[in-house]
């Protein structure tokens, strides 16, 4: 079985981080929501656990970290084109987030953008020509 990943995030207001989700691609597994939480499925293995705060609070004793003033994690999700970047960047500015909060990357062969969504998380998306990253060698291909 290939593993999975879930990402829980601290959300001030379920409904609207849940419509903001589906607005930019993820589909909400019912299975896994209620009042306090919405699964939001972006592939098979790609999961954000939307988690109102105090159901947050329940699986950590640290304060919440306030995601617009302060950095807290980076998510970064693969794309499968330069389009598809531009296209999912532009879906979450037209849905209430913020396009492009860090700096556009463009290495030719890797190309990315950023979005923030309401609460203030920071969602890169990442298109890269693997083969064309390897050919230009291995410092190129950590960039």
């Avoid at 592939?43 to 304060?63: G, W």
């Avoid at 532009?90 to 953008?113: H, I, L, N, V």
Wanted: hydrophobic share 45%.
């Amino acid at each position: 079985m290939a593993k999975m990943i879930f990402v829980n995030l601290p959300v001030s207001d379920l409904a609207r981080a849940t419509a903001f989700y589906e607005a930019v691609g993820a589909w909400k597994n019912e299975q896994f929501c209620d009042g306090t939480a919405s699964c939001m499925v972006f592939s098979e293995t790609i999961h954000a656990m939307l988690l109102t705060h105090d159901k947050f609070r329940q699986f950590s004793p640290k304060k919440i970290a306030d995601a617009k003033t302060s950095s807290e994690v980076l998510i970064c999700l693969s794309a499968d084109s330069r389009d598809e970047v531009d296209g999912i960047v532009g879906k979450a500015g037209a849905a209430g987030g913020s396009a492009d909060p860090c700096p556009r990357q463009d290495y030719g062969f890797m190309y990315g953008r950023s979005f923030e969504d309401p609460d203030g998380h920071i969602w890169e998306v990442m298109w890269m020509d693997v083969e064309a990253a390897m050919a230009a060698g291995p410092e190129m291909a950590e960039a």
